[in-house]
């Protein structure tokens, strides 16, 4: 089993470096919005934010996990 190794960026490569994205946090009361469900408030919140929220969107409520893709705070 191999493992998997970040490679650097040289600088003179023709490449664009690699971006990091940031960490999305969200906290209780949060106003979110989600390109499938609309508009929402966090009511709770697992792993400090980082792992997964539960998201109510007034009609319902869903547990969204990470990476929380489509989910952005307002």
Known sequence: MTKS????HLPTSPF???VETP???FAVD??????SFGLGRVVAVEGGGETAVLV????????IT???SGMFKL
Do not use: N, S
């Open 5 to 8: 190794v970040a490679r650097r």
């Open 66 to 68: 990470k990476p929380f």
């Open 23 to 25: 960490l999305k946090r």
């Open 30 to 35: 949060d106003r979110v919005t989600h390109d």
């Open 16 to 18: 664009k470096a690699p």
């Open 56 to 63: 109510d969107f007034g009609t319902r409520e869903e547990r």
